[in-house]
């Protein structure tokens, strides 16, 4: 059973960088078949794709995010990462971490409890 | 971007009726890469169908998929307590991955 933990500061003040990790157990994420994604979701909104990374593969973003993103993997920590630069308010939201389990199946089958990320001075 | 257009918005029921829970795509979806995912207040969500029409573990047989190109529809029989949620649909035919804006499943 894979397992996904984020963890990072709730508080974070505008044009600063928001930086958040989330801990896989019971899987790898340099196994190279899976997908590491982060989806995001405004308060009282819809879910948002952000991104995602693959071990020894390219990563992929949301244009919405423009040059802003950037994701990586740790694999010493059997972590992967969501830096995100110059954050408004509108960044405000709760951040899920996710898993697509292949590169043909890119839906998202496990996901982690999601953290609460404000963006406020 | 393909857009992803779930309808209705609200939808109320009753226990032990049938939902059936409509996500249009503004281009054509392979049907491999249309997922369904139900999520309960503060809660992450919840893989329910992906391919279409293909059960993630766990999931009931009451919950269906079905559709193809730009129509799917996801059914629920036999309404039970747990039901109630807000459900999306999501594409990964191509990036940018997207939902649907969501459909709320309420108790009539």
């Known amino acids: 059973q894979v397992q996904l933990h984020e963890s990072g500061p709730g508080l974070v003040k505008p044009s600063e960088t928001l930086s958040l990790t989330c801990t896989v157990s019971?899987?790898?994420?340099?196994?190279?078949?899976?997908?590491w994604s982060w989806v995001r979701q405004p308060p009282g909104k819809g879910l948002e794709w952000i991104g995602y990374?693959?071990?020894?593969?390219?990563?992929n973003y949301n244009p919405s995010f423009k040059s802003r993103v950037t994701i990586s993997i740790d694999t010493s920590k059997n972590q992967f990462s969501l830096k995100l630069s110059s954050v408004t308010a509108a960044d405000t939201a709760v951040y899920y971490c996710?898993?697509?389990?292949?590169?043909?199946?890119?839906?998202?089958?496990?996901w982690g409890q999601g953290t609460v990320v404000t963006v406020s001075s | 971007d393909i857009v992803l257009t779930q309808s209705p918005g609200t939808l109320s029921l009753s226990l032990g009726e049938r939902a059936s829970l409509s996500c249009r795509a503004s281009?054509?979806?392979?049907?491999?890469?249309l997922a369904w995912y139900r999520q309960k207040p503060g809660q992450a969500p919840r893989l329910l169908i992906y391919?279409?029409?293909n059960r993630a573990t766990g999931i009931a047989d009451r919950i269906s998929g079905s559709g193809s190109g730009t129509e799917f529809t996801l059914t629920i029989s036999g309404l039970e307590p747990e039901d109630f949620a807000v459900y999306y649909c999501?594409?990964?035919?191509?990036?940018?991955?997207?939902f649907g804006q969501g459909t709320k499943l309420e108790i009539k």
């Open positions: 996710a898993r697509s389990p292949t590169v043909l199946l890119r839906h998202f089958d496990y």
């Open positions: 019971g899987g790898s994420v340099s196994s190279g078949d899976s997908y």
């Open positions: 990374t693959v071990y020894g593969g390219s990563d």
């Open positions: 281009q054509s979806v392979s049907s491999s890469y």
């Open positions: 391919g279409t029409s």
């Open positions: 999501q594409q990964s035919k191509s990036s940018p991955y997207t």
